[in-house]
């Protein structure tokens, strides 16, 4: 099974633009993710694939792998997919490039789902995270996922799921974490498909998948992530890199 790692990076994020290129601690944050993502050992091939030529150039003069995006891409999906079409694999690992603290285990967990589907049900494996600050729950920035009895995404969104109407059931909420593991055959069906309706709502391109009936196994982790969407997540990555080093 050939597993491939690919980090989608945009220089213009719209909450934080240039954010790849912000200094973590000594090297960019885009260098910090590529260089997790690598160290793991267990892909065959990392690559960054981007838009921009600042970031492309700054993972190739550090070494690297990257490539060039040809077409404009509203999703991180659409951008892995087609710097991968060419490519011979049958797993791709969609390694957010704001995302610095990925790490081995959960890394192996997502590969261990498509190595245990034998009859090739699960089209997609990702990570979620137990939140319990109202401020994190509530935050529309942190996407929430709920899933069924055997921990397949129902759904995700950014409002409160699922809703504590009842206050009795202690029902976990858990963010979800960017980091995707694709059947490459699931990512090309993406590719050629229009934007779904609850995506467009929502904004999250998870849903796409989830409204053309693909099953998404969900991974619980107790790993912190620090997505790096605004600056006062940069503050905390830097913390966070500060006592983990």
Same mark, same amino acid.
């Given at each position: 099974m050939k597993k491939i790692a690919v980090i989608p990076a945009r220089f213009e994020a719209?909450?934080?633009?240039?954010?790849?290129?912000?200094?973590?601690?000594?090297?960019?944050?885009?260098?910090?993710?590529?260089?997790?993502?690598?160290?793991?050992?267990?892909?065959? %091939?990392?690559?960054?694939? $981007?838009? +921009? &030529?600042? @970031?492309?150039?700054?993972?190739? #003069?550090?070494?690297?792998?990257? *490539?060039?995006? %040809?077409?404009?891409?509203? $999703?991180? +999906? &659409?951008? @892995?997919?087609?710097?991968?079409? #060419?490519?011979?694999?049958?797993? *791709?690992?969609?390694?957010?490039?704001?995302?610095?603290?990925?790490?081995?285990?959960?890394?192996?967990?997502?590969?261990?789902?498509?190595?245990?589907?034998?009859?090739?049900?699960?089209s997609l494996a990702s990570l979620m995270h137990e939140i319990t600050e109202i401020e994190d729950i509530e935050n529309p920035n942190n996407v929430k996922v709920i899933t069924d009895l055997n921990s397949n995404a129902l759904y995700f969104s950014r409002s409160v799921i699922p809703f504590p109407r009842d206050k009795a059931v202690k029902e976990p909420v858990y963010k979800h974490i960017g980091i995707y593991a694709f059947r490459k055959s699931a990512l090309l069906d993406f590719y050629n498909q229009s934007p779904t309706p609850l995506e467009l709502s929502e904004k999250i391109e998870c849903i796409r998948y989830l409204e053309h009936g693909k099953k998404i196994k969900m991974i619980p982790t107790s790993h912190l992530s620090i997505g790096i969407d605004v600056p006062e997540d940069l503050e905390k990555a830097r913390l966070e890199w500060q006592r983990l080093h």
């Open positions: 719209s909450r934080f633009p240039g954010k790849l290129m912000k200094d973590l601690c000594g090297k960019t944050v885009i260098m910090r993710t590529y260089e997790a993502a690598l160290h793991t050992g267990l892909f065959d %091939q990392v690559l960054v694939a $981007t838009d +921009s &030529d600042v @970031i492309y150039n700054e993972i190739i #003069s550090n070494g690297g792998e990257a *490539v060039m995006s %040809q077409k404009n891409h509203e $999703t991180g +999906s &659409d951008r @892995i997919a087609e710097a991968v079409e #060419s490519y011979e694999a049958d797993i *791709v690992i969609n390694v957010q490039g704001d995302e610095p603290f990925t790490n081995q285990t959960d890394l192996k967990k997502l590969i261990a789902v498509f190595e245990n589907d034998k009859d090739q049900e699960i």
